[in-house]
């Protein structure tokens, strides 16, 4: 049996989830590596990892995925990392340059246009640069951590997520593991791995956890601790749970339906899958 190689997400948000990984003994049993949310998704589809912390669009373009079950990054309120940053009103915005670190918040800006906001924009993809998109665009998408730096007191500012909430009253889900159907043979079977991925994430959020996380990031991104502890406690939801998935189906619906996503298929959690193999 070979190490399963893990693709995480190198923001804050995910400093939590990847707690045991980086603080106890289970990582030696995985290979790590830290790149942008769709380079992980990306590196899921072309083999060279095994499980990502994927964006939910992946979910609905790569298949043979399965979905490890009670674990995601999602929001019940304000996110403060998902923006729409704008030098205009957003009744006035013809066009919005997309961060092409993200999927899921991009199919997002474009089904709350779409549904809520008007549609008829002009949608570009652009590295995630504030002054160069805002230079040639009306807004911009930011997200993670660069979002979390945006002095919001120079600009018009939407957050996605307390946008999509307001609309359907459901949570929104932007995140959550996933592992290749092909890994689930090569993996050593005495790993639990739904049991592995939630204690890391209980173990992250323990209040000494938390301290920590703090004193590392905020020197990074310059909002203070308690602004940390506040974002990853209050702005971030960890629990893959069924409002959740309630809203993660609706989502689905909405971006296949203006053709911002192709149909996603059923989600298949990782238990189902691995019944299948027994």
Same mark, same amino acid.
């Given at each position: ?23 106890? !003994? #289970? =990582?030696?049993?995985?290979? #790590? ?76 800006? $474009?089904?709350?246009?779409? $549904? ?15 002054? $160069? ?9 930011? #997200? ?24 359907? =009253? ?64 209050? !702005? ?22 203006? =053709? ?13 899958? $691995?019944?299948?193999?027994?």
């Amino acid at each position: 049996m070979r190490r399963l190689r893990i693709s995480a997400i190198s923001y804050l948000n995910t400093a939590p989830l990847m707690w045991d990984f980086e603080h106890g !003994n #289970i =990582g030696s049993k995985f290979e #790590i590596s830290y790149t942008l949310p769709s380079d992980c998704a990306r590196s899921l589809e072309a083999g060279a990892a095994d499980i990502g912390i994927i964006p939910a669009a992946a979910y609905a373009q790569i298949p043979g995925l399965h979905v490890l079950p009670g674990v995601a990054i999602a929001s019940r309120r304000a996110v403060r990392s998902i923006l729409l940053v704008s030098k205009v009103p957003v009744e006035e915005i013809r066009s919005v340059a997309l961060d092409t670190s993200s999927m899921t918040s991009v199919a997002l800006a $474009k089904v709350l246009f779409e $549904k809520w906001l008007g549609g008829g924009r002009v949608f570009s993809a652009m590295e995630p640069d504030i002054e $160069k998109m805002l230079a040639q665009h009306d807004a911009a998408l930011v #997200i993670g951590d660069p979002a979390l730096q945006i002095d919001r007191s120079r600009y018009h500012t939407l957050d996605l997520a307390e946008e999509w909430i307001r609309h359907t =009253g459901k949570p929104f889900v932007f995140a959550f593991w996933a592992i290749c159907g092909q890994a689930l043979q090569e993996a050593d079977s005495a790993l639990d791995l739904p049991a592995i991925f939630q204690q890391s994430r209980d173990h992250g959020l323990r209040p000494e956890s938390l301290d920590a996380i703090a004193r590392e990031w905020a020197p990074r991104l310059h909002i203070g601790e308690a602004g940390v502890r506040s974002y990853l406690t209050e !702005n971030i939801h960890y629990q893959l749970d069924a409002g959740c998935l309630d809203g993660l189906q609706l989502f689905y619906r909405y971006a296949a339906e203006i =053709g911002a996503l192709p149909s996603a298929p059923q989600i298949c959690f990782l238990e189902a899958a $691995k019944a299948a193999l027994v």
